[in-house]
Every structure is written in C-alpha cells, then in structure tokens.
C-alpha cells in the first residue's frame, strides 16, 4: 500500500493546462501525455514508430477533445498508404482517450538516429468525426501534409476549422520501447489577433526549443504555456488525462446481435463459440454456445 502511494507520486498524472495568452488574442493547450502513451504503447506492444505515431495522434486528439463540453465525442482517424495501415483516436471532452494502429511492429529511424514516424504513417487523410449526442455524426476531411501528426493537426485545424494554430507533438522512447516522455501544445489563434501578436508568436516559436527536449528537462503544461508567453497568458484551469476504455460485453453483445440470426447460426454451427476482441484495450470478451442462443432470440425480439 504504502509503495504504491510513493510510486503514484513518483509517477505523476497526466494532465493539461488551458490558457489565454498574448493579451487574451490566444488559446494555448499544453499537455503531458506520458502515462497515456505508456499505456497505449503496453497494451498494443507498440514498436518505436508505431508509439510515437499514435502518441502523437493521442495527445493531439485529447488536447482537441478539451476543446469542446460535454458528452461530445471526438474520433481522428488516420487513413494512409503507410505501413501503418491507418490509426484510430477517440476522445472525449473529460480527458479519457484510447486509440490503436493497424500495425504496432514498426521501427523506422532518420539518419540522424531521431524515430521516424511520417515513412510509417505516409500519404493520406485525416478524418475527424464529432458525435455531439444530439444530431447526426458528422465529419471533416484533411489530407495529411507531412505524415508527421503535428503538422497534419495544424493544417486541419486552418484548412477545414478557419482557426489558424500551431501543433507540436513530442513522444520520446527507450531501447525498450517504453515511452520516456509524450506531450505537446496547440496554439490557436483568435479572431481579430493583431499582425504584430501574430510576428511576435511566430518569432516565439521560431526559438522555441523542441518540445520532446522541454518534456526531457521536466517542463510542465504551465512551464511548456510559460516557455512560449514568457509570462503573458492565464492559465484557465487544468484537467487530467487518462488512457480509458468503456468497452463492455453489453456493447459487444450489441455488435453480434446486429449480424442478425443466419450469421450468428453459421457462427454457432461452424465454431460453436466466439470471442470478440476489443481494438482498444485488447481486453477479451467469450459468448459460448448457450450465449449465441441468447444472441440469436435477441434477433427476433
Ligand atoms: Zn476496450
């Protein structure tokens, strides 16, 4: 008990710092995602260019999600020629995000030794489907610019949102595939923003140190906000992030009854059973035969 007390400390939280910034002209998002990352890269044994591609869509896609209230639901997914085969982020506006790739075993460096990530990723699209509870989904197209994540976000955000932003997605990982640090900041600009605010931000990131190296020397969300003000902004609050799951055996239940009876009987008579696996979570859920009977009377109710 008491050493996972300590180890809770040691190992922080995962959380984001919202701001107003450049006398108010501004919204900042800083996050660190870390823990998340980690989760993600535990639970999909993710190899080095895998991790860092769907940390960055992780951390760019919480960040988003804080963007809006409520029950709203947010899902990017990434749709590409690379030997990625695709990614798939869903977040919400409570800090709780999940996602997985096709392809986890991808392990790409740059000359310089740096992970790469857009020769995993490649050419293609990014989608963003908003699920606001009260009318139909819907969703908006961008195509990926570099296969890199941050520039991708940032060219969706001007291209399909009007709202001109700066994305910057770090995710940092060790010869054991762990995930050493993950985080980034999104800064969007408002309407009316002056033409000196926007020089004097765009010089501001011109010398902003990388942000996988401010992550390495322990900045915070409020010190990453800091870096890039230099003390004009205020923070509007925080909020924790985490690596959730809601899948359950209800919703999986669902999904088999939606096959209909003559499916599930094949299913039933083929392989007597059927385990179903969560994209998510890879957590695993079992309907022997007497739930296929169960699923099957489902159909005709
Ligand atoms: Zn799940």
């Known amino acids: 008990m008491i ?25 900042l998002y800083a996050a660190n995602t870390t823990l998340l990352t980690n989760e993600a890269q535990k ?25 809006y209230k409520g029950d709203q639901e947010l899902t990017l997914r990434v749709e590409s020629n690379g030997p990625i ?8 506006a409570k800090g709780d995000v999940r996602g997985y790739v096709g392809n986890h075993k991808l392990f790409f460096q740059h000359n310089d030794g740096n992970i790469n990530v857009s020769q995993a990723v490649g050419q293609g699209s990014l989608h963003v489907t908003k699920d606001i ?3 139909d989904h819907f969703t908006s197209t961008a195509a990926l ?8 976000l940032a060219y969706y955000f001007t291209a399909s949102e009007q709202i001109p932003s700066a994305v910057s997605l770090g995710v940092k990982i060790d010869t054991d595939n762990t995930v050493t640090h993950a985080g980034g900041f999104i800064l969007q ?14 010089e501001r990131l011109k010398e902003l140190k990388p942000i996988s190296k401010m992550l390495e020397q322990g900045d915070t969300p409020e010190a990453i906000i800091q870096e890039i ?16 799951c809601n899948c359950s055996r209800e919703k999986f239940e669902r999904g088999l009854i939606s096959l209909g009876a003559k499916q599930l009987k094949t299913i039933k008579e083929e392989d007597g059973q059927i385990e179903t696996v969560c994209h998510f979570c890879q957590s695993k859920y079992q309907f022997d035969e007497t739930a ?10």
Not at 229 to 244: A, C, K, R, V
Not at 294 to 300: F, G, S
């Open 43 to 67: 639970i999909h044994n993710l190899w080095p260019s895998s991790a860092a591609a769907l940390g960055r869509l992780l951390t760019g896609g919480v960040i988003m999600g804080a963007m």
């Open 292 to 301: 296929l009977d169960n699923l099957i009377n489902e159909t005709k109710q």
């Open 189 to 202: 600009r408002m309407p009316g923003c002056p033409e000196e605010t926007i020089t004097l931000i765009e």
């Open 85 to 92: 085969e695709g990614m798939v982020v869903t977040t919400n």
């Open 145 to 152: 610019q570099t296969g890199e994540i941050a520039e991708d």
């Open 3 to 27: 050493y996972a007390i300590i180890s809770a400390v040691i190992k922080m939280k995962d959380y984001l710092a919202k701001a107003y910034a450049f006398n108010g002209r501004v919204r």
């Open 229 to 244: 003000t230099q003390g004009d902004h205020e923070i509007l609050h925080t909020m924790d992030l985490n690596y959730t």
């Open 133 to 135: 509870k009260v009318r």
